[in-house]
């Protein structure tokens, strides 16, 4: 079993950065990628941005140029820099871990667009 926790998430203003973290315990040694997905109030969960234990990465059209995703080489840990965060942005931000298995979910990390 694989235990995700975000953290970084808060307030931010438009055109604004933000940095957000998720740390991975427990069986991390088989994880194949780690990913950011947002889900906005109505709206269906989304990808945001994943990495693979490779290093590639792939990214949702609306954030590539402005969002960042990044890993630690043991796969124990994802970070998602957002630079020139827009109004369409915000949402609930979860971090996602893939092993063969299945799919491991954090609880989410709340990000908010507001002047």
């Known amino acids: 079993q694989v235990q995700l926790v975000e953290s970084g998430g808060g307030l931010v203003q438009p055109g604004g950065s933000l940095r957000l973290s998720c740390a991975a315990s427990?069986?991390?040694?088989?994880?194949?990628?780690m990913g950011w997905y947002r889900q906005a109030p109505g709206k269906e969960r989304e990808l945001v941005a994943v990495?693979?234990?490779?290093?590639?990465?792939r990214y949702a059209d609306s954030v590539k140029g402005r969002f960042t995703i990044s890993r630690e080489k043991l796969m124990n840990a994802v970070y998602l820099r957002m630079n020139s965060v827009r109004p369409e942005d915000p949402g609930v931000y979860y971090c996602?871990?893939?092993?063969?298995?299945?799919?491991?979910w954090g609880q989410g990390t709340q990000v908010t667009v507001s002047t």
């Open positions: 996602n871990a893939l092993q063969a298995w299945g799919a491991h």
């Open positions: 427990g069986s991390t040694s088989m994880i194949n990628s």
């Open positions: 990495i693979h234990v490779s290093g590639n990465t």
